[in-house]
């Protein structure tokens, strides 16, 4: 799936819808941590990871333009780290120059008033008026992975963000995990139509029929039930 069509579909869903695809895929569901917003609400973003780990200094971010495709999103990692802020309005400026889809910090960022002027979606845990005031030794392969919260993330990912969050995808279940994410959709849209024209969601999923069973069958969950009458509350 190239970055234009990759934009396209993901136009029309959300993470939420691509989490439960995960789930239904049998592929890890790897969110970055909560509290991991846009800079500007509503924000979006989709594309492929390009990865910077931080050690104190922008030259990693710079070095990380050279080789970044069009539409790649910078993931920069700075361990979470709350003291400081690692990136600001010129990196942001300079990772729209370079094509990028948008920037996402394990950590801080500043200069917000001039980050939401640039429109380039970013996505932190914050933002802190003062940078770093360290420079640490800088690891071989800051520019080969970097870390979301408990997730190690390189450019076999895609990464997507929304109001809800941020999310990592193999890229090689791309196609598949799109499609599920689709179908979760157009379930859901249906169920909600339904809602709203007086048709509950329990008499939907069947619920009373879920609560007899049940009771024959005290293992039985709402997820297999939900499988079995094609909702997606759940995945």
Do not use: K
Not at 122 to 141: A, C, E, K, M, Y
Not at 184 to 203: K, M, N, P, W
Not at 221 to 232: N, T, W
């Amino acid at each position: 799936m190239d970055q234009q069509e990759l934009v396209a579909r993901f136009s029309t869903l959300t993470t939420a819808h691509l989490a439960d695809a995960c789930i239904r895929a049998g592929v890890p569901v790897r969110c970055a941590p909560a509290g991991t917003n846009a800079v500007v609400s509503g924000g979006r973003l989709v594309g492929r990871v390009c990865p910077a780990r931080h050690a104190g200094s922008v030259d990693v971010f710079l070095e990380a333009f050279e080789t970044a495709g069009p539409g790649d999103v910078l993931v920069v990692d700075n361990g979470g780290r709350r003291d400081e802020s690692c990136v600001g309005d010129l990196v942001v400026l300079e990772a729209q120059a370079a094509g990028m889809a948008g920037v996402v910090i394990w950590g801080l960022h500043r200069d917000t008033a001039d980050i939401r002027e640039i429109g380039l979606p970013v996505f932190s845990l914050g933002s802190l008026p003062t940078g770093p005031q360290r420079l640490d030794p800088r690891p071989g392969d800051a520019l080969e992975r970097a870390t979301l919260g408990e997730w190690v993330t390189g450019r076999d990912d895609l990464i997507a963000g929304d109001d809800d969050g941020v999310l990592l995808l193999p890229a090689a279940h791309a196609e598949e995990l799109f499609g599920l994410a689709e179908t979760i959709r157009d379930t859901e849209r249906r169920q909600a139509e339904l809602i709203r024209a007086g048709v509950s969601l329990r008499s939907q999923v069947r619920f009373a029929d879920y609560l007899e069973q049940r009771r024959e069958t005290p293992s039985l969950s709402f997820r297999d039930h939900l499988r079995a009458v094609g909702g997606a509350i759940e995945e």
